[in-house]
């Protein structure tokens, strides 16, 4: 068994669709991704996670497997959501543009590389416009070549956070058709990993959780390095929704009291470094305070990147594909 997780080379992809309010069709794009376009089964992919929430009606599916064969299954799944959603019909106070909104590859083990992992989503953008004539895509990341834009930078360009009609002629893909109303427009691209932790206030102030939001940001004075966060009302309180961005080691060494609230992987031998959950709820309760508001619950949608690799090598030295059934669905 030791030797053969020391062989793997494993990437991870948290794919994000348009659709919580259907766990039927959650668990389809979830199973689909254990087979590929053969119809045989992927034995080396597992689905380590889904991530639901009813109000956002976005869902997280963990999948995991060796990076050379880790689009195949991202593709499958990709091709099981488009034929299932129609965002059309999509309600959901979460922004998204599309029914596959967005297909992120990130590496877990230390050999493999950001670039590696680029040309793998590039592989599956070109292979989906085959598969699904009607979807669009745009590249970010390391897959958005020479440019290597973040996420962010392209969601402003496509005014993914205000979510205007896809109708409009301001969006362009990348890849793929003029953008439908049914499929919509897919982010796809490649960075090191991006973990999600939502912090819940109790509040049913939406300026308050924005304004919590802003400051809790890296961009802000005072904020966090590596974090975006967006404020949204939720089961009649207020959820704090943080993309947690992993950073190059070396930007931080300057900060030793703030290393200690820090943990480190490594890619191809470089550190990379991201705030630790608990010290983002800590961050965020001190905030909220200011507030006279209490925090009430903190949700890490998915896992540490550390703990990522562990449990696909597991899962996969198990040879179980559908490792989510033993942790059972997470939902909000």
Same mark, same amino acid.
């Given at each position: ?21 259907? $766990? #039927? ?17 992927? &034995? ?41 959603? #129609? ?25 493999? @590389? ?29 897959? #958005?070549?020479?440019?290597? *834009? ?29 953008? @439908? @109303? ?18 819940? &206030?109790?509040? /049913?102030?939406?300026?308050?959780? *924005? ?34 961005? @992993? ?20 890619? /191809? ?37 550390? *703990? ?5 090598? $597991?899962? &996969? ?7 989510? $059934? ?7």
């Amino acid at each position: 068994m030791a030797s053969q997780k020391l062989s793997l080379r494993l990437a991870v992809c948290l794919l994000n669709i348009s659709e919580a309010r259907k $766990k #039927d069709i959650v668990e389809r794009v979830a199973k689909a991704a254990l087979w590929n376009n053969q119809g045989e089964k992927q &034995i080396q992919t597992t689905v380590l996670n889904i991530f639901s929430d009813y109000d956002y009606n976005r869902s997280v599916i963990t999948l995991a497997g060796p990076v050379e064969t880790l689009g195949n299954s991202v593709l499958t799944a990709c091709i099981e959501a488009f034929n299932l959603i #129609d965002m059309n019909a999509h309600v959901g106070i979460h922004p998204c543009l599309g029914a596959v909104d967005l297909v992120p590859i990130y590496p877990l083990s230390d050999s493999v @590389s950001l670039e590696e992992c680029g040309r793998v989503a590039c592989d599956v953008a070109e292979k989906l416009t085959h598969d699904v004539p009607d979807c669009s895509l745009f590249y970010f990341g390391y897959a #958005d070549q020479p440019l290597k *834009r973040t996420l962010v930078q392209r969601r402003k360009e496509l005014n993914w956070f205000t979510r205007r009609s896809l109708k409009g002629t301001e969006r362009k893909a990348d890849v793929g058709a003029a953008i @439908s @109303s049914r499929c919509g427009l897919t982010g796809i691209g490649a960075s090191p990993y991006v973990m999600n932790c939502n912090v819940t &206030i109790d509040t /049913q102030d939406l300026n308050v959780g *924005r304004q919590i939001a802003c400051a809790v940001r890296g961009a802000s004075v005072g904020g966090l390095a590596g974090i975006q966060a967006m404020a949204f009302p939720h089961e009649g309180t207020v959820e704090i929704a943080c993309n947690v961005e @992993s950073c190059k080691g070396e930007t931080l060494s300057p900060l030793t009291a703030e290393k200690e609230k820090h943990i480190s992987y490594c890619i /191809q031998g470089e550190e990379y470094v991201y705030f630790s959950p608990s010290s983002i709820e800590k961050h965020i309760k001190k905030l909220a305070n200011n507030f006279g508001v209490a925090t009430v619950g903190t949700a890490l949608v998915g896992f540490t990147p550390e *703990r990522c690799k562990n449990l696909a090598e $597991k899962a &996969i030295g198990e040879g179980t594909g559908e490792f989510w $059934k033993k942790r059972k669905v997470l939902t909000m």
